[in-house]
């Protein structure tokens, strides 16, 4: 067998090989069993009929046709091995030369790993964010855990800004109601800025039975862009007028949140707990930054076909997510305002960072010689099957050995994350584990009496 190899690209080659007839006698030898196999021949058992009667009683073409398949299959990838390619995917096999008995002559294109050169990855310069909660993060968990607690009593006035409101409405443009523009008991805090500008001031000075008309332009950078600046016309509907009456913050109020004794308790905790929170993400984000500025001091380049892999997966992801808000992905984009063309646009630069990226870490892993033992693995399948343990297919699949080496894989590249911090001055174990200065309990034990608090803040 003679190769050469064409580089096409940075990312992808063509292989010529060249087959003697030493190859094919090896190739038809086993295209002569492949045949054998279900040839039923008289006075031998289905498929034990000697190699000289299959001849005999199968179309030569059809073993002629069988030695060049088996001879292309079977040494493209020791083509490959001696060129020292290392394919991703072959595709676009090209026979040019075929004289069966002598000689072969075929082309396969392949999409392959790139030379990857690392950059300086101890001299990068990704600041960690400040982990620090201020004041007013602070009073935003109070003023949820007050609104929270807040009781409402229907009042028989007029509406004001604070009041909730319960409202059917219909928006109605050029006469016509448009989607996403109607409900019935609706309830808004009036003041909340939910609604579009002019919407929550109309409202104000009507009581309930009142039923009116609301004159409304839409912003002219209003994502729906059939309706960004667009006069329209609400019918409005008030049902009841709901007075919200708030606690006193005091340590009344501190008390029905926990085991706190005074406001300034709750605000310690408080202040804690955004603080570990605040810390998970700069954490995250810091490892983000530190691999990016990795990526643009390497040399690398995103392989086409592993790009389109994760063009596949954001669609799917963004797919899913138009789904759970009762669109599809068209429907999407439409109300983004984009075309298709310039969303994959957008979705290519995100796709290939991820490759590189992923390829980056890989590269560093290999070079440091990061691997996740079998215990490691072992921990991680055994926390897993904690958490999956009520679906039985989740569980069957932590038995699989493609599944098992998908988890090694992803333990690698998190403790290779954890070498790129250590190794550019971070240590991310002391700043997880920094103790709240202001806090009288464990953070497991303000994590749970704060949890109702914080929810209000951290779903948005």
């Known amino acids: ?218 912003p002219k950078d209003y994502p729906e862009k059939t309706l960004a600046g667009q006069p329209t016309v609400f019918e409005v509907l008030v049902k009841q007028v709901n007075e919200i009456k708030k606690p006193a913050l005091d340590s009344e109020l501190a008390k029905k949140c926990g085991n706190f004794e005074t406001i300034d308790d709750l605000k310690a905790d408080i202040k804690h707990n955004l603080e570990i929170q605040n810390q998970h993400r700069a954490i995250e984000k810091y490892r983000e930054d530190l691999v990016a500025e990795l990526v643009k001091a390497s040399k690398v380049s995103a392989p086409e076909i592993l790009v389109r892999d ?53 590269i560093l892993a290999r070079d440091e010689k990061i691997t996740a033992s079998d215990e490691e693995v072992d921990a991680k399948v055994n926390e897993l099957r904690d958490v999956y343990q009520r679906s039985a297919e989740a569980l069957k699949n932590l038995k699989k050995p493609e599944v098992r080496q998908d988890i090694r894989n992803r333990l690698i590249i998190d403790k290779t994350l954890d070498f790129l911090v250590e190794a550019n001055g971070g240590n991310q174990e002391a700043i997880m584990n920094k103790p709240a200065k202001t806090s009288k309990k464990s953070a497991k034990e303000s994590d749970a009496k704060t949890k109702k608090s914080t929810k209000t803040k951290t779903d948005k």
């Open 310 to 362: 994760q063009l596949r997966f954001i669609k799917d992801d963004m797919t899913r997510n138009a789904a759970s808000h009762g669109m599809t992905f068209e429907q999407y984009l439409e109300r983004a305002g984009q075309t298709a063309e310039e969303w994959e646009k957008e979705a290519r630069k995100i796709a290939e960072a991820r490759v590189k990226s992923s390829l980056i870490l890989q």
């Open 1 to 218: 067998m003679k190769t050469t190899t064409k580089k096409l690209s940075d990312t992808r080659v063509e292989v010529k090989v060249t087959l003697d007839s030493a190859d094919l006698k090896t190739a038809r030898e086993q295209a002569l069993a492949r045949l054998a196999a279900n040839l039923k021949v008289q006075g031998f058992r289905k498929g034990k009929a000697p190699a000289s009667l299959v001849e005999k009683n199968v179309d030569p073409n059809e073993i002629t046709n069988a030695t060049l398949d088996i001879a292309v299959r079977t040494t493209m990838p020791a083509a490959f091995e001696k060129e020292k390619q290392n394919p991703i995917a072959i595709e676009n096999v090209n026979v040019t030369k075929y004289v069966p008995d002598d000689t072969v002559e075929y082309t396969a294109t392949a999409d392959i790993l790139p030379d990857v050169k690392l950059g300086d990855y101890k001299k990068l310069k990704a600041k960690m964010d400040q982990t620090e909660a201020s004041a007013k993060d602070v009073q935003e968990i109070l003023d949820n855990i007050v609104n929270a607690y807040a009781e409402k009593v229907v009042a028989k006035k007029a509406a004001e800004l604070g009041d909730e409101v319960i409202i059917d409405f219909v928006g109605k443009k050029d006469g016509e109601p448009f989607n996403g523009g109607s409900a019935k008991d609706h309830h808004l805090t009036l003041g909340s800025g939910q609604f579009i500008p002019g919407f929550e001031d109309g409202i104000v000075g009507h009581s309930a039975g009142d039923k009116f008309d609301l004159d409304i332009t839409f």
